[in-house]
């Protein structure tokens, strides 16, 4: 063969034009398929969230994160480790609430985004919402109830990308019927 | 860098998705074709970056030679295990540890499954091969996970 493959195949990495493009397939297919933006980002949230129900397994397993005591411990973990690992990025913390509750990710590059324009008439759509979902999954299966939300997008003209969250409760654990 | 449990998992997702779209009467033809409608739009875009340092391809060979090597490695980082041709334009890709079915089983339990879980791999094949000016059908069959043979029948224009 004249042609040399000279791509590095480190073993859990992957092409991330392989996931950006898919991602791009999915959230145009659902454009087509509902009417409104709103429908779209509901179904990306809802999307996410079973991602990030099964994405939580394979970070702990991987990770060898413990569990977390505080919301900064968490914020820390989630920028440092989990995004790095899953899209390769490390997003800054920020703008933590005066009750250290909530906090804010800025996301330097998006790799979901790489790709994309929105067009003019999709101006409600939440592209990157799939990640809301992961997130707010993910936590839910440590026994934390989040609010995530996207505050700002460089999609839609702010100058960085933005997640805010919120901790809203922690989930207690559901006792066996009469183990107590 | 993005980790491979993401796309699983999105792909996963998207199979679910399209299965809950599409209820009702011959409802896993229109999931499968639906499926690899996206999979060949990202087979378009994929080709677009992967060829851009690559020379030109002396003929259809060529280029399936490169689907089954560098355009595999970087998708599902192995090579195709076997290519074979009738040198009539059918092209027969054979994977045996298919990566997107290693999860799945080994064996014939969910073999009814496994057509839906490649869907989206042949529209890969075929975007990437249209892109590189070759018109094709491309199917898939499995006997018995997580093996599986891609059929590429090129479409003289």
């Not at chain 1, 839910?140 to 997640?163: C, H």
């Not at chain 2, 792909?11 to 999931?31: D, F, K, P, T």
Request: negative net charge; hydrophobic residues 40%.
């Amino acid at each position: 063969m004249s042609r040399q493959s000279n791509r590095t195949t480190d073993n859990k990495k992957m092409n991330s034009e392989l996931f950006t493009l898919t991602y791009g397939a999915l959230v145009t297919q659902l454009c087509k398929d509902y009417e409104n933006d709103e429908e779209v980002n509901k179904q990306l949230d809802k999307m996410g969230y079973n991602i990030g129900v099964r994405l939580i397994e394979d970070f702990l397993a991987r990770s060898s994160v413990g569990r977390c005591h505080d919301f900064r411990e968490t914020a820390d973990v989630i920028a440092k480790v989990a995004f790095k690992m899953y899209l390769g990025i490390t997003p800054s913390v920020t703008n933590w609430s005066p009750a250290g509750d909530e906090f804010s990710l800025i996301l330097e590059s998006n790799p979901l985004v790489d790709f994309v324009e929105l067009p003019d008439n999709h101006n409600t759509l939440i592209y990157s919402n799939l990640l809301c979902g992961v997130l707010r999954g993910a936590l839910e299966m440590v026994q934390m109830a989040v609010d995530v939300r996207f505050a700002q997008d460089t999609l839609r003209g702010d100058n960085v990308t933005e997640i805010r969250m919120k901790f809203i409760k922690r989930i207690e654990e559901n006792l066996p019927a009469g183990d107590e | 860098m993005a980790d491979e449990a993401l796309f699983q998992f999105l792909h996963n997702e998207l199979i679910q998705y399209v299965n809950n779209a599409e209820s009702g009467e011959n409802e896993n033809g229109r999931c499968v074709s639906k499926l690899e409608n996206m999979g060949f739009r990202v087979g378009q875009g994929l080709i677009e970056r992967f060829t851009k340092d690559t020379a030109r391809f002396k003929d259809e060979l060529d280029v399936m030679k490169f689907i089954c090597k560098d355009f595999w490695t970087c998708v599902f980082k192995k090579q195709i295990d076997n290519l074979r041709t009738n040198h009539q334009g059918i092209y027969v890709l054979q994977d045996n540890k298919f990566r997107l079915l290693t999860q799945l089983s080994a064996g014939k339990q969910y073999l009814e499954h496994a057509p839906k879980y490649l869907a989206f791999t042949c529209g890969l094949v075929r975007g990437g091969l249209y892109n590189l000016g070759v018109k094709s059908i491309v199917t898939a069959e499995v006997s018995v996970m997580p093996a599986c043979k891609f059929q590429v029948m090129i479409q003289k224009i």
